[in-house]
């Protein structure tokens, strides 16, 4: 199928090759990036990816990427939680609402038990499926002379707040 100026639109199909278990059961009460989170949670693996895991323990951080099975619209255009005066283009914040809804996050390994992650700077939904987990990996991974848009006009390290999420954001905006 072809799409507006001749572009292929594909349709895909993934599986949940696992869970997150976590504390938090409300978006606008979980910190809105690992960054911003101490909270220890679990990604239980479904046993036939099990042997998938084999060598991670070597890794201090994994990416982790989920559906945002509980996202309650697609949008194009959102206000993001750092700034909630001014829409912003989808793809310039990581906001829920996307038009695939897919997150990312980065976590603390902790400890491998059989098929279950313990994982730290969980910044995830309970009961979120997990579509991909791939090792942090600081060669790869780090870059130097980063720019990260309208973000570095939030000054992020100055913000108080409670906590970082969508709730306490929205409470400093008021």
Request: without cysteine; glycine residues 10%; proline residues 6%.
């Given at each position: 199928m072809t799409g507006p100026g001749?572009?292929?639109?594909v349709e895909f199909t993934y599986k949940a090759i696992g869970v997150v278990h976590s504390e938090f059961t409300r978006k606008d009460a979980t910190p809105i990036q690992s960054i911003f989170s101490n909270a220890i949670g679990t990604v239980e693996l479904f046993p036939e990816y099990a042997d998938g895991l084999k060598d991670i323990e070597g890794f201090s951080h994994l990416y982790l990427l989920y559906h945002f099975n509980q996202a309650d619209s697609r949008s194009i255009v959102h206000k993001p939680f750092l700034d909630g005066k001014k829409e912003r283009g989808i793809f310039a914040i990581r906001h829920f609402n996307r038009?695939?809804?897919?997150?990312?996050?980065?976590?603390?390994?902790?400890?491998?038990?059989?098929?279950?992650?313990e994982v730290g700077g969980v910044d995830i939904l309970d009961g979120t499926p997990v579509i991909d987990i791939k090792p942090y990996v600081r060669q790869f991974d780090a870059r130097e002379h980063?720019?990260?848009?309208?973000?570095?006009?939030?000054?992020?390290?100055?913000?108080?707040?409670?906590?970082?999420?969508?709730?306490?954001?929205?409470?400093?905006?008021?």
């Open positions: 001749g572009g292929m639109y038009p695939n809804p897919i997150g990312l996050s980065i976590v603390e390994l902790r400890r491998v038990d059989g098929n279950v992650l980063v720019r990260s848009g309208w973000v570095d006009e939030q000054h992020v390290e100055t913000i108080k707040v409670k906590s970082f999420t969508p709730a306490d954001l929205a409470d400093r905006r008021d």
